[in-house]
């Protein structure tokens, strides 16, 4: 229901425009008048969209819009503006209509290249915005990886109080981790997820594998203390 008011306010928006024109347009030619009314119903056009639909799209994650917005509405503002007064200087100063289509044209010309621009913003936000997440993800899955593994050491029994101690601290480092895209960073995230799955399936006998526990701890350490310098 809504959709068809939207359809029925534009609609109604146009006849207005050319009733007007048509009414008190009776001394342009009527090669300018139609050029006139096309440019009019652009422009009404661009506004009714303004109205109609939302320029920033709530569900997208990245807010691409955002980054777009200003200059959007700037090359918009400008292009429509200079649309008017030519438009205006036309009928006031009997311009000659060929003139007119090419200042009309070359606006268009103009609205179209800030579209792409702006578009092209809107891309780079997005793709900066989706590498920043990845990035991210991948300490998540490392802070993931830590705390079930304390949740684990956690849930034996006569484990030695050393060992899980020296866990927690490893846990509570991870947060001092800066999520990087560095290819040997990622290298060291792997291999601590590696460390941590290897941990958990030595301590299902954490007896007869004691020493090699310690031995991975100790690995865990190391290799964290590199990870933070990225």
Known sequence: MLNIYKALALLLGYGIIITCFILFGATLDTSVLVLDIIVSLVIFTQFALFFFFPLIKLNDSSQKAVGMLEL???????????SLLLMFL????????????IGQLLILFLLLIGRVVTLGTGN?????????????????ELKRNIDDLVDYVSGIKNIEPNILDRVQVVQESIRFITPSANAEAKQFDAEIIDIVQDLKILMRDIVVNREKILDEVS????????????
Request: aromatic share 12%; with cysteine; charged share 25%.
């Open 124 to 140: 780079k936000v997005s793709r900066v915005y989706h590498q920043e997440q990845k990035i991210k993800a991948g300490k998540e």
């Open 219 to 230: 690995h865990l350490e190391r290799t964290l203390n590199r990870r933070k310098k990225y």
């Open 72 to 82: 959007h509405l700037s090359s918009l503002t400008l292009c429509i503006s200079a």
């Open 90 to 101: 036309g009928m006031f100063l009997y311009i000659p209509f060929i003139y007119q289509l």
